[in-house]
């Protein structure tokens, strides 16, 4: 077992990512190790996602070609996890015969058991929930080599989401909610902190809902949790974090607190992902989403309020049923009246058992790529627009390392988190990891250009 190489493939969201870095963390703690890529590997696992079709036909067709890959070396094992393998389960081994096992999102810390059955010859399913806090007993992530160059963590606060929108699989995949205690989410970036962590991420499918459960039945105390403003308070009073940013809020679990904790928190990075979905009010009703456009705006406005440097990005769906052109207009102007610095937009794609696969009026699919192609351009147009404003000033940008441009130059992101990548400039020090101010020198429709500032201790526009 020790010789044995793993490698992992992650498709879709920062809680897959995160998944994939504890399932990692196990199978070296199982004495395997890291493969350079997959050609070397000797256990591939594909961490899947099933928000759209086209994530699940990609799982379909990765494993058709994985036979070949395993016929390669004998004692290959190829395992699947993440929301298709919750979706699906054990149908997934009835239809792959070379697939040798699959867990779902609620059993990441099996995987090592499941890996023994798998060398033994036995091929398994573990797809049932976990409603206990036993979900989230897994081993932290080890620092990474060299030592302090590793400056970001995704950090999981809860879990599951009970909303249960008409579009989204997400209830069915991740199960209902369930927060982490306060008490176990400080050790851990405590910990973090500890390592040279700078940078948090909060991970949730609602996450500012952390507690909300608790907090109406007035049992936070028993519980262990409390309201999510509470909690970022408590994480920004930790000696050695710098930024910590939260993913994915739901606008309606924005309240007073929340808003004002983005003017008063010090490490609470200037950017808030708030998806909308829609601009329309006749489909976001029909969507679930239980907020209106009005409200929507409301809650930007008043984190602009709290914080005028604070950008905004978010979700869009085009071509839900029955969308008409005047509700795709709608969501067209919502860009514009929210002033998103950026957004990822799809075509609606119909999930199996969601309430918005049965509905009528499907909208014809040359008409949603068409609104996709014109949503985009409008979001290109307007987040180019954004990023020339920035040329001249300066930005904080925490390095992450070599940019995709190639060269000498370096790529990190801002408070904004803004990609910016950084010109070979007078300061040797400049690497990854280092946190450096730089002059804003240029801009393009995805990331800023800038030149590392000779003081590192220069004002930060």
């Known amino acids: 077992m020790k010789s044995k190489r793993f490698a992992i493939r992650t498709y879709g969201c920062q809680m897959n990512v995160h998944d994939s870095e504890k399932v990692s963390t196990l199978l070296e703690d199982a004495g395997l190790v890291a493969a350079a890529d997959e050609s070397e590997a000797d256990l591939l696992v594909i961490n899947t996602c099933s928000i759209r079709d086209k ?11 994985l036979r070949e890959w395993k016929g390669e070396r004998e004692g290959r094992i190829v395992g699947v996890g993440g929301c298709v393998a919750q979706q699906v389960g054990d149908r997934l081994l009835g239809r792959f015969d070379h697939l040798d096992f699959v867990f779902g999102t609620h059993n990441l810390r099996h995987v090592p058991k499941m890996l023994e ?16 806090q036993a979900r989230f007993d897994l081993p932290m992530r080890r620092p990474e080599a060299p030592s302090g160059v590793r400056r970001k963590a995704f950090v999981t606060v809860m879990e599951g989401c009970d909303m249960f929108c008409s579009f989204c699989i997400v209830p069915s995949t991740r199960g209902r909610e369930i927060s982490r205690t306060a008490a176990e989410i400080e050790a851990e970036v405590r910990a973090l902190a500890l390592q040279g962590i700078l ?24 519980a ?28 309606l679990f924005f309240d007073a607190d929340l808003i004002r904790a983005h003017g008063e928190l010090e490490s609470l990075c200037p950017h808030v992902h708030l998806p909308v979905q829609s601009g329309s009010d006749r489909i976001l009703e029909s969507m679930r989403r239980r907020y209106t456009r009005s409200r929507y705006l409301e809650i930007v406005a008043g984190l602009r309020a709290a914080r005028p440097d604070l950008v905004v990005t978010s979700d869009l769906i085009v071509g839900y049923p029955g969308e008409t052109d005047s509700d795709f207009e709608e969501t067209l102007a919502l860009v514009g009246e929210a002033d998103l610095v950026d957004s990822f937009s799809f075509k609606y794609s119909p999930r199996p058992g969601t309430a918005a696969a049965d509905l009528p009026g499907v909208v014809a699919p040359e008409v949603a790529q068409q609104r996709l192609e014109r949503l985009q351009a409008l979001q290109g147009e307007r987040t180019l627009a954004y990023h020339q404003s920035r040329v001249g000033g300066n930005a904080l940008v925490l390095v ?25 400039g007078s300061r040797g020090d400049v690497g990854p990891g280092s946190v450096v101010s730089a002059r804003i020198l240029g801009a393009t429709p995805h990331s800023l250009l800038a030149e590392p500032l000779p003081d590192a201790a220069s004002n930060v526009a």
């Open 55 to 65: 994530a699940e036909h990609q799982l379909y067709s990765d494993l058709g070609r």
């Open 400 to 424: 992450d390392g070599a940019s995709r441009h190639g060269g000498d130059q370096l790529s990190g992101r801002d408070l904004q988190h803004r990609v910016v990548n950084l010109e070979p």
């Open 199 to 222: 940078e948090i991420t909060l991970l949730g499918q609602t996450v500012n809902a952390y507690g909300r459960h608790d907090v109406r039945r007035g049992r936070t105390q028993a």
């Open 224 to 251: 262990g949790t409390m309201p999510f403003a509470e909690l970022l308070a408590r994480l920004d009073a930790i000696p050695g974090i710098e930024r910590i940013r939260y993913t994915s809020p739901h606008p």
């Open 117 to 132: 059955g798998a060398v033994a010859g036995r091929r398994a399913a573990w797809i049932g929930e976990e409603a206990s």
